[in-house]
């Protein structure tokens, strides 16, 4: 949606173009579906309260292509974010959002302003729940993701958005050490998830949440 009324300024236009762009593309990072490098951000942040850290506009992603470039200059795919106000709980990675898999549990960040309500995040929960795992949307810190990449208890994190539908995550930076997630390769349940979302996307699989509509 772009403002097309003939004036400079800044305010809220009074005409808008919405338009819908239509294309096929290839995967959305270079690894394809296999698992990504994430390097974590502890001194800058995407997104605080009050803000626009909830919707889908330019003003929400041009902040993060700093850190992006640096994060790409070190070797890593994006970026993981943390919150504003204590740099501590985990909030988005990237252009998408964030899951972990830890205890057998399916957790990830809670919406409270500062992430995106994605609609493959959506679709990743309702997904879940229908086959009957353990979900939990709660606050998780990074030193519980990084403990329970130590411990073993984290057995998979994995990222959800509409580009890369759900992108496994291999490896996590942090405070200038890596960790590995598992054993760096691709979860049982992340590639469930791809196979599901996008089966049900080309209609190669049953839809039960009645999300497919005809529209021709």
Known sequence: ??????????????EYLFFIVLCPVGAYYREGFNPTRIYVSDEYVRAAKGGVGEAKTSGNYGPTLFVSRQAAQKGYTQVLWLDAQ??????????????????????????????LAG???????????????????????????????????????????TAAVVSPIGEIGYLDEDFQVADGRVGELSQKLYEVITGIQYGHTDDPFGWRVRIA
């Open 1 to 14: 949606m772009i403002a097309t009324e003939p004036a400079l300024g800044v305010r809220p236009a009074d």
């Open 86 to 115: 204590k740099r501590k709980y985990v909030e988005e990675v990237g252009t998408s959002n964030i899951f972990f898999v830890i205890d057998d549990e399916l957790v990830t960040p809670p919406l409270g302003g500062t992430i």
């Open 119 to 161: 609609v493959t995040r959506d679709s990743v929960l309702q997904l879940a729940r229908h086959w009957g795992l353990k979900v939990r949307e709660r606050p998780i810190s990074i030193d519980e993701v990084i403990k329970g990449c130590q411990s073993g208890a984290l057995t998979e994190a994995f990222a959800s958005g």
